[in-house]
């Protein structure tokens, strides 16, 4: 056992000698470490020192990069303090009668500027060490080209090589760098406590010390790599810590908590950290994760570990009653107003339903996956298909099923989450779902990101009561509910194919070393398993016989692409995306308006306290194999957006939101516990309707309010286009501009026109580009033209109809710009009426 009483003094001694020893090391093998880095603008993995470069380039004689204007070359292993003896191959090539290129290394002391010539020049530079930060020096390349380059590339100096070779003067000057010293000993320092819960004293201090003398011998052979794949993880480092004593507070101070005290104090500290931490300023998140911390580790030494599935029974009238009420506040708060919000339409919503429409139409196209038009498994595009058909093609006709399937997954949490953790919590769960605006935004969207979670619930569920039926008759009716669902979730959306895996650690989770439970098992297992593969065969089969295509989404977004990892070390860049993730329910979540609040945490105030609770539930009782389970779910989910770009992404993290919201649940569960105890059943019961009524106010307000009264919200969709598609329907369905004959001219151009295409399916429309017409357009005719443009587009827009075309409405003004989303042109009183009628569609 780690920290065992009265030994304080020999682990203050171990450490202490361990330290001496580690630093002992690593300063000698930085002392006689000679790094050296040579970089050909040719080479493959340029990029990885290179910042803020174009791609390579050739002429007759040389091969070479543009830098930007702010370029930076990244030094991975110069842990020397030395300055740095640095030989480049540059050019700046400038008309004779422009100023030359003045190259500027600007976060060195004192700053160094020079001039560019415009051939081809080498240049040698003795340089004071740049900064030092988690992942290395990084030299900053600051080019001032004035006039710039007469291209549409930013370009300042290009390079075709350098060299960096470390350059001591002094001894001082071999000495490693203060920072990567302090991480290197407390990296050794935390292993070796990782270690002694294990092994002896002795052993373990050996196999730190060995360990030690390997980074030694390798930062002394290869330092660049060294400092490459072997970056400053302080926050890694801080986790690691905080898992190591977390466990030796909780029993210092639990025996003498009192229950009462410990719980307000532990809430009001979360309560004051969600206050602050949304707030993202610096100094306040200082103050905000301490008082998170405090709060959980208060709330966890006072309360009650994880609750068996059976320790709070509920009335089955009474589930009936509060699942119904449930799933009505779910479908609510997804179909109200899905005409008008969100705003407009995006273009991979348009998209979608163009698919959908094509598979109505084309008896030949069946697709099991879409590459390049969709980048998606197809499931989506059948599954909006029939809506589609019956009602047109609306932006809520594609919206409607992914909102239906995202109203009927609190059901599902319930159903996966009551075996485990008994009925209160499973609707406590559920209701938190049915409110998340995380959830209903989501829901909302022509996207399959919801589907996924769904049929993942429903697999848990079937998975629970696979282990625990008695009779086969039971047991094989939930393997053939956990095939099904299993094999239909992989043509989701891609994080859904992380459900076979999640299922899989589960099972071995939730079963360990029971050999009895397998061999009861294993044979319905194996049919969920055959019959999974066999729904999935034709999808398995695309992406054999098409892996570019089938992994091209997922290799865009993965942040081990060349874009994201440039000038990055791989272990740092996933160390930031982790703290990313480790605030987004809390502290900021997405910052993509459409998916989220920008920045906003993904979680209200309210889910989040108890969200905080729940953990620290499950890290106290992490002995309990359903607080591990619940665990190991909640980080196999955020695999997708741990490893992908654009972090926090709610899309792409939307398979944690189910076991995120479980541990809110379990959090109210055992608040609740803990208030009802001493008779106060009836103030407990309004407690949790005020609540969850709360919880309903600062979600809908969020949602219906807040989120589209946000310009970065408005950006995100095509709003312009979804308004001038709606109109051209309502005039194309004028009975009185059919029998008159009249055209309908709406806009295409270079943009993306999947909105207009989508929203004028089946319509008789032809097109304005701009400049011109598709087809004469003839004394009868109407034109709906952008209206956010010059004034000369605007006014070469009246004239394509002719001289006797007038303005005859216009839409409502962008909020970006104050002009009207788009004009409208026509001919005639008839047009005029026409339009009228269809900007006042209630009138």
Request: hydrophobic residues 55%; charged residues 15%.
């Amino acid at each position: 056992m780690i920290f065992r009483p009265l030994a304080w003094r020999t682990w203050l001694l171990d450490l202490a000698l361990l330290g001496v020893a580690v630093a002992a090391i690593i300063i000698a093998a930085t002392w006689l470490a000679r790094p050296t880095l040579t970089i050909q603008a040719a080479d493959a993995d340029a990029r990885r020192y290179l910042g803020a470069f174009w791609a390579k380039e050739q002429n007759a004689t040389d091969t070479y990069r543009w830098a930007q204007p702010d370029a930076q070359l990244r030094l991975f292993g110069f842990e020397q303090r030395g300055p740095l003896l640095v030989r480049v191959r540059l050019s700046a090539s400038r008309p004779a009668n422009q100023p030359l290129v003045q190259l500027t290394l600007t976060n060195i002391e004192p700053a160094l500027r020079f001039t560019l010539g415009r051939e081809w020049r080498e240049y040698t530079l003795l340089l004071p060490a740049p900064p030092h930060d988690a992942e290395g020096r990084l030299l900053a390349l600051h080019s001032l080209v004035d006039p710039p380059y007469a291209e549409s590339r930013p370009l300042g100096f290009a390079l075709s090589s350098i060299s960096v070779v470390a350059h001591p003067l002094t001894p001082a000057d071999r000495l490693p760098d203060g920072g990567r010293l302090a991480f290197l000993v407390l990296l050794a320092a935390t292993i070796y406590g990782a270690l002694r819960r294990r092994l002896a004293r002795g052993p373990a201090f050996a196999l730190v010390l060995a360990g030690a003398l390997a980074l030694g011998a390798w930062m002394l052979v290869a330092p660049i790599a060294a400092g490459y794949w072997l970056p400053n993880l302080w926050l890694a480092l801080a986790l690691a810590w905080l898992a190591l004593l977390a466990p030796l507070l909780l029993r210092a101070v639990h025996p003498r908590l009192p229950a009462g005290p410990a719980v307000g104090a532990g809430l009001l500290a979360l309560g004051l950290a969600q206050a602050l931490l949304p707030l993202q300023q610096g100094w306040l998140g200082v103050l905000g994760w301490p008082l998170l911390l405090l709060g959980g580790m208060l709330l966890a030494a006072a309360l009650p570990s994880v609750p068996p599935a059976a320790a709070q029974p509920v009335a089955r009238r009474t589930v009936l009653a509060a699942l119904a009420l449930i799933t009505l506040v779910a479908l609510g708060l997804r179909l109200l107003g899905l005409d008008a919000l969100p705003l407009g339409m995006w273009r991979d919503e348009a998209r979608h339903g163009l698919l959908a429409l094509r598979i109505l139409h084309d008896p030949a196209y069946r697709p099991v996956y879409v590459p390049g038009m969709a980048d998606l498994p197809a499931g989506l595009f059948y599954l909006v298909a029939p809506a589609i058909g019956l009602f047109g093609p609306e932006p809520w006709a594609v919206r409607l099923m992914p909102a239906l399937c995202g109203a009927l997954t609190p059901l599902a949490l319930y159903w996966a989450a009551r075996p485990l953790f008994g009925a209160r919590a499973a609707l406590l769960s559920a209701a938190l779902l049915a409110l998340s605006v995380w959830h209903i935004t989501l829901s909302r969207f022509a996207f399959p990101t919801v589907i996924g979670p769904l049929l993942t619930l429903v697999a848990l569920g079937c998975l629970w009561r696979l282990c625990r039926a008695e009779r086969v008759g039971a047991r094989l009716l939930a393997a053939l509910g956990m095939g099904l669902a299993v094999g239909i979730t992989v043509y989701a959306y891609h994080t859904s194919r992380l459900t076979p895996l999640v299922l899989a650690l589960l099972t071995c989770l939730w079963l360990g070393r029971d050999w009895r439970a397998w061999r009861r098992v294993l044979p319905f297992l194996a049919l969920a398993a055959v019959l999974a593969l066999a729904l999935a065969a034709p999808l398995i089969r695309y992406a054999w016989d098409n892996q570019a295509g089938f992994s091209k989404r997922i290799g865009q977004t993965s942040i081990f692409n060349p874009d994201s990892l440039e000038i990055r070390a791989p272990l740092a860049r996933i160390e930031q995306n982790l703290g990313l993730h480790l605030g987004m329910w809390n502290v900021r979540g997405d910052y993509i308006g459409r998916h989220n609040l920008p920045n906003a945490p993904m979680l209200d105030p309210l889910t989040g306290v108890l969200f905080a609770v729940g953990v620290a539930l499950v890290l106290a009782g992490w002995r309990d194999r359903r607080a591990r389970l619940l665990g190991a779910w909640v980080l196999l989910a955020l695999a997708a957006g741990l490893f992908s770009i654009e972090a926090p992404h709610a899309m792409r993290t939307v398979e944690s939101l189910a076991p995120s919201i479980v541990l809110a649940g379990l959090g109210s569960d055992a608040v609740l516990g803990w208030a009802a105890t001493g008779g106060r059943r009836t103030w407990v019961r309004a407690g949790v309707a005020v609540v969850l009524l709360a919880v309903l106010l600062l979600n809908g307000l969020r949602y219906f309010v807040a989120w589209p009264a946000r310009n970065q919200v408005y950006e995100q969709f095509y709003v312009a286009d979804t308004h001038i598609g709606l109109l051209a329907q309502r005039l194309a369905r004028d009975p009185l501009l059919a029998a008159g004959g009249y055209r309908l001219f709406i806009p295409s151009g270079p943009g993306d026109a999947s909105v207009l295409n989508y929203l004028s399916f089946g319509l008789a429309v032809e097109h304005y580009d701009g400049q011109s017409l598709t087809v004469p357009p003839g004394d009868r005719a109407i034109l709906i033209a952008y209206g956010e443009l010059p004034p000369g587009d605007v006014e070469r827009a009246a004239g394509a109809l002719g001289p006797a075309a007038q303005q005859l409405g216009q839409g409502p003004r962008s909020p970006l710009t104050g002009q009207p989303e788009y004009v409208v042109f026509g001919v005639g009183d008839v047009a005029r009426a026409a339009v009228q009628r269809a900007l006042d569609p209630a009138r």
